[in-house]
């Protein structure tokens, strides 16, 4: 049964570094790409650095500001680290066990 890859990948949601590598490793196809808004360190949810890599984690394009706004967004909900209103108990998001 072999996965499903990918031309493009991207997140509306910040995620951590070896989240974004273990996507662009795992499920995209060869120059595959991988847009998403990823912390500037593990576990901070409060700035991220809006990022495309490719299928080896290589960065071919990063911004700090998309125009006029900082790269701020919604952390991802299911890490345990995740911080602000966005997350666990105030979002109702539950882990699977």
């Not at 662009?24 to 595959?32: A, F």
């Not at 984690?57 to 700090?64: E, M, R, T, V, Y």
């Given at each position: 049964n072999k996965q499903q890859k990918y031309d493009v990948i991207a997140f509306n949601f910040a995620v951590n570094p070896n989240k974004a590598l273990m996507f662009?490793?795992?499920?995209?196809?060869?120059?595959?790409a991988l847009l998403a808004p990823i912390n500037v360190q593990t576990d901070y949810w409060m700035r991220q650095v809006y990022t495309l890599i490719?299928?080896?984690?290589?960065?071919?394009?990063?911004?700090?500001?998309?125009?006029?706004?900082?790269?701020?967004?919604?952390?991802?909900?299911?890490?345990?680290?995740?911080?602000?209103?966005?997350?666990?108990?105030?979002?109702?998001?539950?882990?699977?066990?």
């Open positions: 662009s490793k795992e499920l995209l196809k060869e120059n595959g490719d299928t080896n984690g290589k960065i071919l394009w990063s911004a700090n500001e998309v125009g006029a706004w900082s790269v701020l967004f919604q952390p991802d909900v299911t890490q345990d680290t995740c911080q602000g209103i966005w997350c666990s108990p105030y979002n109702g998001f539950k882990k699977l066990k």
